[in-house]
């Protein structure tokens, strides 16, 4: 059974750092692209970062490109999200997932989601 466990969110002061983690088990992580999206109170889940797991493209959404860093270790089945420079706007449920499709953007195409992590930025 697919698995996955965000770990690492917490309450932040702008202008600070943090390092979110997912922990992926119960499939083949290789077979599939990885993502972070972001989901805060009254709005719409977000897509903020992606990484094919095989080959390690790394895709970052407009919006946050700069600041979040996603990467993947090999040796554990997990995949980071560096978040820099926090900001109050960054403030929200942050989601890893793993996905079968091509668009790694899309929301949708997610076959496995975690229960989310909390990240809190105060100004």
């Known amino acids: 059974q697919a698995h996955l466990v965000e770990s690492g969110g917490g309450l932040v002061q702008a202008g600070g750092s943090l390092r979110l983690s997912c922990a992926a088990s119960?499939?083949?992580?290789?077979?599939?692209?990885m993502g972070w999206f972001r989901q805060a109170p009254v709005k719409e889940r977000e897509f903020v970062a992606g990484?094919?797991?095989?080959?390690?493209?790394?895709y970052i959404a407009d919006s946050v490109k700069g600041r979040f860093t996603i990467s993947r270790d090999n040796a554990k089945n997990t995949v980071d999200l560096q978040i820099n420079s926090l900001k109050p706007e960054d403030t929200a449920v942050y989601y890893c997932?793993?996905?079968?499709?091509?668009?790694?953007?899309?929301?949708?195409?997610?076959?496995?989601w975690g229960q989310g992590t909390q990240v809190t930025v105060s100004s």
């Open positions: 997932a793993a996905s079968s499709s091509r668009n790694i953007m899309w929301s949708r195409g997610y076959d496995y």
């Open positions: 119960g499939f083949t992580v290789s077979a599939y692209r």
């Open positions: 990484i094919r797991w095989s080959i390690g493209d790394t």
